[in-house]
Structure formats: structure tokens, C-alpha cells
């Protein structure tokens, strides 16, 4: 039994810690970005809309084919509306992640990485509160809330992946100082990832299912304009409540900062210099934006590293599109009412929650698959969920012409989306360098978010200009078959060879004398 205050228990600590993040703030993205708000922006683009055929006349009935008349000036339909509001705040969301994993990377510090995990976290909930306790008059206000909750739920995410090999690396390195027969062969910290990966994946979508739960108790109660509101604002509160006990998980972590850790009189120049700068000078601010090029400049060194993030951006543009897609197009076309739909979430969360424990922890054992060949099989897996939408144009009586055919595509689509979560971020953690953890997850996390801002763009023109989001679905389809081709070619243990060599290249340089990271010019003034 290892003392309490052992670098080995601590890990443990901090990784429970880990855990909490993914059970904490999940709701948020799978609960309230997946199911609630875009039925909320629908519902206020209605309220203030205008019929499609007479825009003189308001918008009174769920069937009525409407459109939103945008500051008086142009008019986009209320489905639209919410894929738009979707674009926007992940270009909001990038911004924000690129400055704030840039400063993060700049102290190189797991301790600050907690402190900015929990903050985000904090600043989201209450915008999330927010939310709930708007007026349908307040059609812009929604919009920009959202944009912000999202925003800090993106610099989170980043960052909370960002430790996840750090912690990782440290359980499998402390195990073997106190010869726990963990291993620290590549095999090893490899499968100990992907199952952490998918415990954390497993516990979020688990969180996830208990907010919706309890979600469909409160609409059910509540039975006015405002249910869910009345949902979105548990969401807020769990989120918020969630963070105490990760202030204490994250107490104390025995990882050694790489400041403390190295002799590199370039790092310690640097700190030096933003620290008496302040690190919220616009010059510290800009780190994050040189690191993510720098980091480019790297990843074009590291070829596996580019072929994942051009397959991912692919896949998780068409992934988090049919999940809005399917919402709106149930609400719009099929006419499900909202408890309808959140029942439909419980039962993606629960096949969510079943996808990412057992696909990384059992099939992939099973038929001894490597997790760039599971994320191949998920993407064929997927594949059928537009094409099936497709179907509808072609037949009657199937192809979502009915609302249960919905609660079907529920199951499918939550086991694929659970297993991408979980084997996703195992894959790129083990091909990215070591020490650039929160600049090589911001490039996924630009990749993964940012490749949102294209799908529900196009979905919504689309839409503006037939009116029928079904053919939305054409567009999905095409993506997800153009994914298949580019994960085809990666090869892992490439990429974790070119990681180390370009990781010992990084560390050279940083050790070197003659390097130094203080702009000249203000090198000069000193």
C-alpha cells in the first residue's frame, strides 16, 4: 500500500479529477448544444418570425413554414437560425481556445491547467444559468450567450484533454518506481489511455443521461412555453455543482512542471519575461496564436498528425451536423413535441454511454483492433444514419417518414457517437510530442469544433433555399464517405516515432543557449 501523499496515489487523485471534468461539464454539449438549444433558437426564431409565404403575417402554428426577419433587413428560415447561431459561436469558440491553450502551454504548468479548467467550467455555468431565464423577445441575447458557454466549454475541453496523456505517462512511470506491474511499454501506456479515455467518455455520457433524466421530470412538470428552459437551467446548476469536488482532486499533482523539470534558460527567460509583463498583456495573449503556428510548422513535420486531423475534421464536421440535423428535422418535419425529443437524448446517452466503454475495452480486444481501425468500422457505422434519411426521398412509408424510426437512429447514432469520443483522443494523444499536450489538442480541438463551423453553415443554406432539411443528409452522406479514404493511410506507430524525434528536436532547441523566445524588440528596450 503506497503512502497517501505518494506521487503514485496522487496520480490516481488527479486522474478521479479527470473524471469529474468529463461527468461535469458533458451535459452541456450532449444535453443542452445537442437537444436544448438549438430547440430553444427555433422556438424564439418562430416567436419572432414571420410566415414564409406572407411576411406580413406572424408566425402562429409548429407547421407553418416560417422564416426570421435578421435586423430587419434579411430573412433566413427558423431552422437556419439555430445552425447559423451553431457556425457562429465556433468561430467564437476558436478564438478563444487558440489564446487561452497558447497561455497555458506558455507556463507549461498542470497546476494552472486545473485552475483554468475550473474557471472556464464556472464562467460557463452561470452563462448556461443565463440562458434559462431569457424572455423569447430576447432573440439576440440568446445567440451571444450561447456563444460565450460554448466558448468556455471549448477552452475546457482542450485543456482537460490536454492532461490526459500527462497523467497517463505519470501513473505508468510512478507504477514502475514502486514496482506495480503496470508496465511502461508502448503497448501498455497505449491500452491505459484508451481505457481511461473511455472510462471519462463513459462517465460524461452517463452524467449526461442523469441531467436528461431528471430533464424530462422537470418538462413534464413544468407543461409551459418555458420547459426547456427549465432544463437548460438544470444543466447550468449541475455543471457549476460539479466543480467542487474537482478543486480538491486537483489539489495536489506530483507532476513535475517543466519549469522545475529543466535547466532551459530559454523557458526561464520567457517566464520571466510575460510574468513581469503580466500575463494577460497583449503580447502574452499573442503566445497562443505563435504557438498554434509553430505547432503547424511541427505538425507538417509529423505526417500522421496531418493525415488524422484532415480525417477528423471530416468526421466530426458530418458526427455533431446529423446530431442538430436530426433535432430540427424531428421538431420541424416530424412534429415531435419536447419531451419527445429529450426522450430520444436519454436514449442516445445511454447507448453513448454502452458505445464508448465497450467498443475501446471489449470489441477492440476482442477482434484485436488497433483504435485507428475501430474509428474506420464506427465511420462505416455512421455512414447509415444519412443515408437512411436519404432513403426518404424515394420511399413512402420508410426513411424518417415516421417518429419511431427516430427513437431507432437514437441507438445507432449513440453507440458511434460514444465510441468516437472515447477512441478519438486516444489515437491523437499517442502520436502528438510530449510537453505540447495543449497546443497539439487546440489544433484537434480547431479541427474538431472548427470543422462545425462549415457543416451547419452549408446545411443552412441548404435550407434556406429548399426549405426541407432532408436534403441535408446528400451532404452528411458524401462527408463521411470522404473520411474513409484519409484514415486509411494512417499508421500509429509512425506517427508515435516522428512525435518522439520532432519531441527530442523541440527540447534541444529549447536547451540551446543561442535560443531565446523574448521578442527583440523588446529584448532591446530592457
Known amino acids: 500500500m503506497d503512502p497517501p501523499n505518494s506521487p503514485l496515489q496522487l496520480t490516481k487523485k488527479n486522474i478521479k479529477g479527470w473524471y469529474f471534468y468529463s461527468f461535469s461539464s458533458e451535459p452541456f454539449v450532449v444535453s443542452a448544444v445537442s437537444t436544448y438549444i438549438p430547440l430553444l433558437l427555433e422556438r ?21 413554414k416560417c422564416v426570421l426577419p435578421l435586423f430587419s433587413t434579411f430573412y433566413v428560415d427558423t431552422a437556419s437560425f439555430a445552425l447559423y447561431t451553431f457556425s457562429v459561436s465556433v468561430l467564437f469558440q476558436t478564438i478563444t481556445v487558440v489564446t487561452v491553450s497558447g497561455i497555458v502551454d506558455l507556463w507549461n504548468s498542470v497546476r494552472l491547467k486545473g485552475l483554468v479548467l475550473v474557471l472556464f467550467s464556472i464562467i460557463g455555468a452561470l452563462t448556461t444559468i443565463c440562458i434559462s431565464r431569457l424572455a423569447e423577445s430576447q432573440i439576440y441575447a440568446l445567440p451571444l450567450l450561447y456563444i460565450v ?14 492532461l490526459l496523456p500527462i497523467f ?4 505508468v512511470k510512478f507504477s514502475d518506481e514502486t514496482t506495480q506491474p503496470l508496465g511502461g511499454s508502448e503497448s501498455s501506456v497505449e491500452k491505459l489511455s484508451s481505457i481511461i479515455s473511455g472510462r471519462g467518455a463513459s462517465l460524461g455520457y452517463s452524467s449526461a443521461l442523469l441531467t436528461q433524466i431528471v430533464s424530462m421530470f422537470l418538462v413534464h412538470k413544468s407543461k409551459t ?25 486537483f489539489n495536489d499533482i506530483p507532476h513535475a512542471d517543466a519549469s522545475s523539470s529543466s535547466s532551459s534558460s530559454r523557458l526561464a527567460r520567457s517566464r520571466e519575461y510575460y510574468s513581469s509583463k503580466k500575463i494577460w498583456s497583449m ?5 497562443g496564436w505563435k504557438s498554434l503556428i509553430d505547432a503547424f510548422k511541427h505538425a507538417r513535420l509529423l505526417k500522421d498528425v496531418m493525415i488524422f486531423l484532415l480525417g477528423w475534421f471530416i468526421i466530426s464536421d458530418s458526427v455533431t451536423t446529423i446530431n442538430s440535423t436530426a433535432i430540427l428535422f424531428a421538431k420541424t418535419e416530424l412534429e415531435m413535441v419536447t419531451l419527445n425529443l429529450i426522450t430520444i437524448s436519454v436514449i442516445t446517452m445511454v447507448d453513448a454511454m454502452i458505445g464508448a466503454f465497450v467498443i475501446p475495452q471489449f470489441l477492440a480486444k476482442r477482434f484485436n483492433l488497433l483504435p485507428h481501425q475501430i474509428l474506420m468500422y464506427i465511420i462505416m457505422w455512421t455512414s447509415f444514419i444519412p443515408f437512411y434519411g436519404i432513403l426518404g426521398f424515394f420511399f413512402e412509408s420508410i426513411g424518417l417518414k415516421h417518429k419511431f424510426e427516430m427513437y431507432m437512429l437514437a441507438v445507432w447514432y449513440g453507440l458511434s457517437l460514444g465510441g468516437l469520443s472515447a477512441v478519438s483522443r486516444s489515437v491523437f494523444s499517442l502520436i502528438i510530442p510530449k510537453g505540447k499536450e495543449s497546443t497539439f ?19 443552412g443554406l441548404v435550407t434556406d433555399k429548399t426549405h426541407e432539411i432532408r436534403y441535408s443528409f446528400y451532404l452528411l452522406f458524401v462527408l463521411l464517405m470522404l473520411a474513409l479514404p484519409v484514415l486509411n493511410s494512417l499508421d500509429v506507430n509512425r506517427g508515435k516515432r516522428e512525435a518522439e524525434e520532432l519531441a527530442t528536436i523541440i527540447t534541444s532547441r529549447q536547451n540551446s543557449p543561442e535560443a531565446d523566445v523574448i521578442p527583440e524588440e523588446h529584448a532591446q528596450a530592457d
Open 44 to 64: 424564439f426564431a418562430r416567436s419572432n418570425g414571420v410566415l414564409l409565404s406572407n411576411h406580413n403575417l406572424p408566425c402562429t402554428s409548429e407547421s407553418d
Open 149 to 162: 458557454a460554448n466558448s468556455c466549454f471549448g477552452v475546457i475541453n482542450v485543456v482537460g484533454n490536454s
Open 168 to 171: 497517463v505517462s505519470d501513473l
Open 225 to 249: 412555453q418555458q420547459d426547456i428552459q427549465v432544463a437548460v437551467l438544470f444543466v447550468g446548476v449541475w455543471w457549476l455543482f460539479w466543480q467542487f469536488p474537482m478543486l480538491w482532486l
Open 283 to 287: 503580447k502574452s495573449l499573442g503566445y
Open 441 to 459: 489538442f487546440s489544433m484537434f480541438s480547431m479541427t474538431d469544433k472548427g470543422s462545425s463551423i462549415i457543416g451547419p453553415f452549408l446545411i
